[in-house]
């Protein structure tokens, strides 16, 4: 009977492999988020019980992929889990003229109100912390006249975070990379204007409240009055610029 069964030799994997393997499916999962950043070599190394031989081949590997980004100093940063078909046309698009960083902005602007919904299902006791921590720093910025840029960033992020949807995450991820110098450059720019960000503040701290109580009707409504707010900045901002 099984004479006619063509059986294929089983091939050991190799010490990379399983390191890529494993860290591939911490990514896919949402243990390692978009944007974080690897242990260094040697304790990666330790923990994984691997040599840094085989480690770094692993990491080229990942590079290759597109999932982790190596940077100067062999610091290793997660990246999203979106194609480069999809990533590198984007950035040309959203390179060639200011309409269309509007165009991505408009996404940003829909997928963010979802989030802000699902994150106030979903958010646990500790997102929720985490959110009041960072709207705290949102707080001493504006007192202090600092611009905010990175605490703005940071709490939308740990929204979409809370939404526990890692496909969410990581599609999310790619749009903040694309805009990321240009929401920069609107920080420095478009919101200079003191009064601008305290409108920014107490829209955020609208939505926070909304996440806190749990409900996404009114966090999906806080983040929308909120996005348009930006949009129609940024938008009245970058066309001068044009």
Not at 11 to 18: A, F, L, T, V, Y
Not at 131 to 134: D, F, R
């Given at each position: 009977m099984?004479n006619?069964?063509r059986?294929?030799?089983i091939?050991?994997?190799?010490?990379?492999?399983?390191i890529?393997?494993?860290?591939?499916?911490?990514?896919?999962?949402?243990?390692?988020?978009?944007?974080?950043?690897l242990?260094?070599?040697?304790?990666?190394?330790?923990s994984?019980?691997v040599?840094r031989v085989?480690?770094?081949?692993?990491?080229?590997i990942l590079?290759g992929m597109?999932l982790v980004?190596?940077?100067?100093?062999n610091?290793?940063?997660?990246?999203?889990m979106?194609?480069r078909s999809?990533?590198?046309?984007?950035?040309?698009f959203?390179?060639?003229?200011p309409s269309?960083i509007l165009?991505?902005?408009e996404?940003?602007k829909?997928?963010?109100?979802?989030s802000a919904?699902?994150?106030a299902?979903?958010a646990?006791s500790?997102?929720i912390?985490q959110?009041?921590?960072?709207l705290?720093?949102?707080?001493?910025?504006?007192?202090?006249?600092?611009?905010?840029?990175?605490?703005?960033?940071?709490f939308?992020?740990?929204?979409?975070?809370a939404?526990?949807?890692e496909a969410?995450i990581?599609?999310?991820?790619t749009?903040?990379?694309?805009?990321?110098?240009?929401l920069?450059i609107?920080y420095?720019?478009?919101f200079?204007k003191?009064?601008?960000?305290k409108?920014?503040?107490v829209q955020?701290?609208?939505?926070f409240k909304?996440i806190?109580?749990h409900d996404?009707?009114?966090a999906?409504?806080?983040?929308?009055?909120h996005?348009?707010?930006?949009?129609?900045?940024?938008?009245s901002?970058?066309?001068k610029k044009?």
């Open positions: 099984t006619n069964i059986f294929i030799a091939k050991p994997k190799k010490i990379s492999e399983e890529v393997n494993q860290l591939k499916a911490l990514i896919s999962q949402g243990k390692l988020m978009p944007g974080e950043k242990p260094p070599e040697r304790e990666l190394a330790k994984l019980n040599s085989s480690l770094r081949e692993a990491l080229n590079q597109g980004e190596i940077q100067q100093g610091r290793t940063f997660v990246r999203p979106t194609t999809i990533h590198d046309p984007l950035v040309s959203s390179k060639n003229h269309n165009k991505l902005l996404i940003r829909y997928l963010e109100i979802g919904s699902l994150a299902e979903r646990t500790e997102e912390k959110l009041e921590k960072i705290k720093e949102m707080e001493e910025d504006l007192k202090r006249n600092r611009l905010g840029a990175k605490a703005d960033l940071d939308h992020s740990a929204i979409v975070g939404t526990h949807n969410y990581h599609i999310m991820q749009l903040y990379d694309l805009l990321q110098e240009e920069r609107a420095g720019d478009i200079r003191k009064d601008k960000r409108k920014l503040l955020h701290q609208n939505m909304a806190r109580d996404p009707e009114k999906l409504n806080e983040a929308l009055i996005l348009c707010f930006a949009l129609e900045t940024w938008e901002g970058l066309m044009s």
